[in-house]
């Protein structure tokens, strides 16, 4: 008998449901899972927060798609023809996305299939997932580092500025938005720095935990520093953190980065998974 298929909106009551259903890849789906356990499936507008469409086969959650209130797709599917039909009626429902990230083969076929009904597309971008686990890690302390605390606050955001304002452009990123992200990154105890020649020249982050894994962000050197060893520092002390919980270390950067494969892989980060990102106008 074919399989009776329905989409529809999760209701809060169902954030074990979806949980459930993304615990099968805490690795892929960290970061929906980690707004799901600080939030539910509650969406008061709030970032992190937003509508979640499941899809139903014989009444068993099998796949879902977020659109956030910042207008960002996020999706688990176990094949191409589910985040088609799960797209179709986002889209249907006006939740047009403004960014959409997900497994380069998924992301492949979406974009071929329906990027016109997505909205104009302004880029793709190549990445790659690396992971770390326990056994792979070669740690390097070729500068001192340290954990950033409140009194570092205004260098920390200096160099968050920095990496905005490349990732961006000078426009694209606001000021007090990204202090007060800096400020909850120190407050939590989630960001290192290496300080050169009396200031802050490079730092990681850890972006999101969840059970088991931990993802590392907000790599940003000055220019001037670069190439001489302070972002393998600084990702070395947080790796080396977050492995000793027990839990392993992932990441997402340019596939096409050399420099910043390199400097991964020289920690032992390895390729999990192809990925891309495609970016629509807002």
Same mark, same amino acid.
């Given at each position: 008998?074919?399989?009776?298929?329905?989409?529809?909106?999760?209701?809060?009551?169902?954030?074990?449901?979806?949980?459930?259903?993304?615990?099968?890849?805490?690795?892929?789906?960290?970061?929906?899972?980690?707004?799901?356990?600080?939030?539910?499936?509650?969406?008061?507008?709030?970032?992190?927060?937003?509508?979640?469409?499941?899809?139903?086969?014989?009444?068993?959650?099998?796949?879902?798609?977020?659109?956030?209130?910042?207008?960002?797709?996020?999706?688990?599917?176990?094949?191409?023809?589910?985040?088609?039909?799960?797209?179709?009626?986002?889209?249907?429902?006006?939740?047009?996305? *403004?960014?959409?990230? #997900?497994? @380069?083969? &998924?992301?492949?076929?979406?974009?071929? %299939?329906?990027? =016109?009904?997505? /909205? $104009?597309?302004?880029?793709?971008?190549?990445?790659?997932?690396?992971?770390?686990?326990?056994?792979?890690?070669?740690?390097?302390?070729?500068?001192?580092?340290?954990?950033?605390?409140?009194?570092?606050?205004?260098?920390?955001?200096?160099?968050?500025?920095?990496?905005?304002?490349?990732?961006?452009?000078?426009?694209?990123?606001?000021?007090?938005?990204?202090?007060?992200?800096?400020?909850?990154?120190?407050?939590?105890?989630?960001?290192?720095?290496?300080?050169?020649?009396?200031?802050?020249?490079?730092?990681?982050?850890?972006? *999101?935990?969840?059970? #088991?894994? @931990?993802? &590392?962000?907000?790599?940003?050197?000055? %220019?001037?520093? =670069?190439?001489? /060893? $302070?972002?393998?520092?600084?990702?070395?002390?947080?790796?080396?953190?977050?492995?000793?919980?027990?839990?392993?270390?992932?990441?997402?950067?340019?596939?096409?980065?050399?420099?910043?494969?390199?400097?991964?892989?020289?920690?032992?980060?390895?390729?999990?998974?192809?990925?891309?990102?495609?970016?629509?106008?807002?």
């Amino acid at each position: 008998m074919k399989d009776v298929m329905k989409i529809r909106l999760l209701a809060p009551s169902e954030t074990r449901l979806a949980l459930n259903l993304l615990g099968g890849d805490p690795v892929l789906n960290q970061g929906l899972i980690h707004n799901i356990v600080k939030s539910g499936l509650n969406n008061l507008g709030l970032i992190g927060q937003g509508s979640y469409l499941g899809l139903f086969a014989d009444g068993d959650l099998v796949a879902l798609l977020c659109h956030d209130n910042q207008g960002i797709w996020r999706f688990h599917v176990n094949q191409p023809a589910e985040l088609l039909e799960l797209a179709d009626a986002a889209l249907r429902q006006g939740m047009r996305p *403004v960014l959409v990230m #997900g497994e @380069a083969r &998924l992301m492949e076929d979406l974009l071929t %299939a329906m990027a =016109r009904e997505m /909205g $104009y597309l302004k880029l793709v971008e190549d990445e790659v997932m690396l992971l770390l686990a326990g056994p792979d890690f070669r740690p390097r302390q070729d500068r001192e580092s340290r954990y950033a605390v409140s009194d570092d606050l205004e260098q920390v955001a200096a160099l968050e500025e920095g990496l905005q304002r490349e990732l961006l452009g000078p426009d694209g990123w606001r000021k007090a938005a990204v202090r007060r992200y800096a400020a909850e990154l120190i407050q939590k105890r989630d960001t290192v720095f290496c300080e050169a020649d009396g200031r802050a020249v490079s730092k990681a982050d850890l972006e *999101v935990r969840i059970t #088991g894994v @931990a993802s &590392l962000g907000g790599v940003f050197t000055l %220019a001037a520093y =670069r190439g001489r /060893g $302070y972002a393998a520092s600084a990702c070395s002390l947080l790796c080396s953190d977050i492995l000793a919980s027990g839990a392993g270390v992932t990441l997402n950067t340019d596939a096409h980065n050399l420099p910043a494969l390199a400097l991964y892989r020289s920690l032992g980060f390895h390729k999990h998974r192809d990925y891309k990102v495609a970016v629509f106008n807002a």
